[in-house]
């Protein structure tokens, strides 16, 4: 789906199926009026938010919505770099360039940014994934004109100081630790990359390898910043309290006097198709086993995401899934399984997995699995199956719609994998338009011995 | 991501929340006889209606046109808090079987069901209240209903399901030491908390899920999940059909009188204590520092959230510029006061890498002890005036959020005027308010320490005469 990359560093991996939080603080908000329309008939549901879009002269795309629900604004500033531009020996580069950003620029310098942000009642953050950088402020209204003038300087004029990025450096070590090295689920998460992909950058992990994050020096960093964080490599949003000819001629006045650059060719090597089985085993000192089968799947934009998107669904989401009902709550083998397929830009990955209870062993749950696989490839979904499927769908979509902020990151994924945002109102009709026959296809494409990875996560055995 | 420790704020804001005041000055929804809408000068909350059924279930109907969607929301105020000696979990394993079956719809009819609305079931067992939230799409809210209503008030309770959950629950708990961040979580409630129910685990012990009966789930059933126990929020695109039909349906339910509860008081220490559990091969040590705080009446509540807002509340926090920003000794690190009906805690939470865990320590400690004894500065508290203030809006930002926040002060005792006098409320608390607060209710004499890593983190700590704990 269009949603954000579920390998993004900082996101939940899955929803676990028997997850124990619920979110009563989701919900609906006071969006424009017609904000959504002909929701009346299930049949036809259709999604416009009153998006004004334009480039500026330097390649700068943008987006504005207004919505007053609040007087608050949540401002987006999106990159097209993520880890999939490093190369060995520097892999991570993009995500601690990431952290850097908060060191201070030629305005605001030093630890201003976390300062000033604070002082005005403005919360932000950022994250990195394989294909993009995301900035994000949520503000006071009022303080729009504060935050432009703070994107457009490290936009412009990042400082890179060597003694800040040798006391980040250590930061991101500790964060390396907290996500990966000491959460078994992180290692299996990076092995599954590493085993599905062989030649395609999306083979390391977006945090990057412990020896390169060492070795990382102000110098290769500057040209990354350079190469990468130019107006035409980047889409602002901007959704809230504000009026859209105002706020549209404060972009044209701060983000204007920016100069554009020449982004370079983007090689990627290509990924060939896989032929034989992998398989992949992490041995740790935990209490349970874990495993993914995983497939090489379509790239964002490929027609067949949808489908595909929707067996990941009828397989893995939710209580009432196959795997689920047979894993879960029949068998009483797993205490969670998982289904999903995400595409990045340049190759997919379609996984499922499960979460083993204690003493169980990975075999038997496989077998389901390839069992459930097999009859996704040999028999038509029902009707039933499909139309929940396509429901559950329907209601992701709307319910990461709710907040200004929900609005600003669908929006920017879009526009930023797609090319245009408003992918994220014609995906309904194409989720709509997905019969039984298309998610046979799919399977029988993408699905095959041959092309699936095995990675499993065994307790190591305990000599005392 | 940079941190996480923003996140984490939002939602402390959001569930403690309770927090603060509003500003939907541009809301359209026109109005409807019998609801109210609260203002505070240009600030106005989404209008609501508020109905006590004859069986004491109070509901607050919240309209919101905006989406196509309905949400319901049910607050029962029961919780671990209310369990037994040797039966703890017991009321984790209530919630979780409501949904595990019902009277007229087996666990996998029930899982379909919800499935076909495209949702499902979030059910949060918790120390004080058990909150049960189900949404779907409004042209499904009949059903939603229906079967939410269903699940409420008939339950089944089968044996097969028991068992079935009860091995889960177990399983659920021996995975937890996978998990550093949640175990070290556990470990210091137990450590801070004592024989208090907020000191352990709402999910119970492997061993006393094993002593819950089914006689034991169905009379704690009975007992506490009770309309005049509960409270309800209806969000969402509905009519005033539908709003009769949730009275109707609702006020079948029975009341019956809830017995008082009572439970042993935390444990009172007069010395800093520390506990390290070692386990061999951890690469990381999970540090949590944590003493008793207070109750969400409290009247120093808002004075302390504006002050730990300096102290340990954001990327520009003392703590976050002393110990991640200058010294690179962590990723996160932040605090916060833990509210909750009876007596919370203070809560610092972090990491780092084991060779540093001594070190970690010591400079937090110092940097609160700075903080408690000095006070903060005029800008810092200005600052985080703004913060809390700036912030605010973001709370009420939807009708469900809105809504919890609602049902969260009713079952505080706080009147909803709280929203709206928030910022009023905030901007007249002053530094020397603010640093008293702090210096009154935080004593480092009375801090419980928690290291949670490899063993080599032991030699650090030897000053402190730490108890030792070794698991495999």
């Known amino acids: ?464 | 991501m940079k941190n996480i420790s923003s996140v984490l704020a939002l939602s402390v804001l959001c569930s403690v929340m309770v927090a603060c005041s509003s500003s939907s000055k541009n809301v359209k929804t026109p109005s409807v006889p019998g609801y109210v809408t609260k203002s505070s000068g240009s600030f106005s909350l989404h209008p609501y209606k508020e109905v006590t059924l004859e069986n004491g279930l109070k509901i607050i109907f919240i309209r919101d046109t905006s989406l196509p969607r309905i949400s319901l929301t049910l607050m029962v105020r029961t919780g671990s808090m209310q369990e037994a000696e040797g039966k703890f979990g017991l009321n984790a394993m209530t919630a979780y079987l409501l949904e595990h079956g019902t009277q007229s719809r087996s666990a996998t009819v029930l899982a379909d069901y919800f499935g076909q609305l495209g949702t499902s079931l979030d059910i949060s067992p918790g120390a004080d209240v058990t909150t049960v939230y189900g949404d779907s799409l409004s042209t499904s809210s009949a059903q939603l209903l229906e079967v939410l209503s269903d699940v409420v008030m008939s339950p089944a309770f089968k044996e097969s399901e028991i068992s079935r959950v009860r091995s889960q629950m177990i399983a659920g708990l021996q995975k937890k030491k996978d998990n550093p961040s949640a175990f070290a979580e556990d470990k210091i409630n137990e450590f801070v908390f004592g024989e208090h129910p907020y000191g352990r685990d709402t999910q119970g012990t492997v061993e006393s899920l094993k002593k819950v009966s089914k006689q034991d789930i169905i009379k704690h059933y009975l007992t506490f999940y009770r309309p005049n126990n509960s409270s309800m929020a209806v969000v969402g695109n509905f009519d005033s059909d539908f709003e009769q039909n949730v009275s109707a349906v609702f006020g079948k339910w029975t009341k019956r009188s809830i017995p008082e509860t009572v439970v042993s008081a935390p444990p009172v220490n007069d010395k800093l204590q520390v506990k390290l559990i070692v386990k061999k091969g951890l690469q990381q040590a999970q540090v949590r520092i944590s003493t008793l705080g207070i109750a969400r009446s409290s009247e120093d509540f808002l004075k302390l959230r504006l002050s730990n807002e300096v102290l340990g509340g954001s990327f520009a926090s003392r703590l976050n510029q002393k110990i991640r920003s200058e010294q690179g000794l962590t990723y996160s690190i932040y605090s916060s006061f833990d509210v909750r009906k009876e007596r919370g805690s203070f809560d610092i939470s972090t990491f780092t890498k084991n060779e540093t865990a001594g070190k970690m320590v010591a400079e937090v400690l110092k940097t609160v002890e700075q903080y408690v004894t000095e006070g903060a500065k005029e800008n810092e508290i200005s600052a985080a005036r703004s913060q809390l203030v700036g912030q605010f809006p973001r709370a009420i930002e939807t009708a469900d959020r809105l809504a919890y926040n609602m049902l969260a002060l009713d079952f505080y005792g706080i009147p909803y005027d709280y929203l709206t006098q928030f910022n009023e409320n905030v901007e007249s608390i002053s530094l020397k308010d603010a640093n008293l607060s702090m210096a009154k209710n935080i004593d480092l004499k009375r801090f419980k320490i928690l290291v949670y890593g490899d063993q080599q983190i032991i030699s650090q700590f030897e000053k402190y005469n730490p108890e030792v704990v070794r698991i495999k």
């Open chain 1, 1 to 464: 789906m269009n949603w954000i990359s579920a390998f993004v560093i900082g996101l939940a991996f899955s929803q676990m199926a028997s997850a124990l939080e619920p979110t009563p603080t989701t919900a609906p908000v006071k969006a424009p009026v017609g904000a959504i329309q002909g929701w009346s008939q299930k049949n036809d549901l259709k999604i416009s938010l009153p998006v004004t879009k334009f480039t500026l002269a330097n390649g700068l795309t943008v987006l504005l919505l207004e919505d007053h629900a609040v007087p608050m604004v949540s401002y987006h500033t999106w990159y097209r770099v993520g880890s999939r531009d490093e190369y060995p020996g520097v892999t991570g580069a993009a995500h601690m360039l990431e952290h850097m950003m908060f060191k201070g620029a030629k305005k605001y310098d030093g630890p201003s940014f976390d300062r000033i942000f604070h002082e005005n009642g403005i919360t932000n953050n950022a994250f990195t994934s394989n294909d993009y950088t995301g900035f994000y402020e949520n503000l006071p209204s009022s303080k729009l004109e504060l935050v432009m003038d703070m994107e457009v300087d490290r936009m412009s004029s990042l400082m890179i100081n060597p003694e800040a990025l040798a006391s980040e450096k250590e930061v991101v070590k500790e964060e390396r630790r907290w996500r990966v090295d000491n959460n078994p689920m992180g290692l299996l998460r990076e092995l599954m990359m590493g085993t599905v992909f062989k030649v395609h950058p999306y083979k390391w992990p977006v945090i990057g390898h412990m020896k390169d994050i060492e070795n990382y020096d102000a110098e290769k960093l500057r040209f990354f910043y350079n190469t990468f964080y130019v107006p035409n490599n980047a889409v602002l949003v901007i959704v809230g309290d504000f009026k859209t000819d105002k706020v549209k001629k404060l972009v044209e006045k701060y983000y204007g006097q920016l100069q554009s650059r020449p982004l370079p060719e983007r090689n990627y090597a290509k990924e060939p198709a896989q032929k034989v089985q992998n398989n992949a085993v992490l041995r740790k000192d935990v209490q349970s086993s874990s495993l993914i089968v995983a497939f090489q799947g379509p790239r964002q934009g490929d027609p067949d995401m949808y489908a595909l998107d929707l067996g990941s669904y009828i397989l893995g989401n939710g209580t009432s899934s196959r795997l689920h009902k047979r894993l879960v709550y029949r068998k009483e083998i797993a205490t969670s399984t998982y289904a999903y397929n995400s595409s990045l830009q340049d190759a997919g990955i379609f996984a499922v997995g499960a979460s083993m209870k204690p003493e169980q062993g990975t075999q038997e749950a496989l077998d389901v699995i390839y069992n459930e696989i097999w009859k996704l490839r040999n028999y038509k979904v029902s009707e039933q199956e499909l139309q929940k499927a396509k429901t559950q769908v329907m209601k992701d979509i709307v319910d990461n719609l709710t907040t200004m902020d929900g609005k600003a990151r669908a929006l920017a994924v879009n526009e930023i994998v797609t090319g245009s945002y408003e992918s994220l109102f014609s995906d309904l009709e194409k989720y709509q338009a997905v019969t039984a026959d298309d998610i046979q296809k799919v399977a029988e494409k993408y699905t095959q011995q041959n092309q699936r990875s095995i990675i499993t996560l065994e307790p190591k055995v305990k000599k005392d």
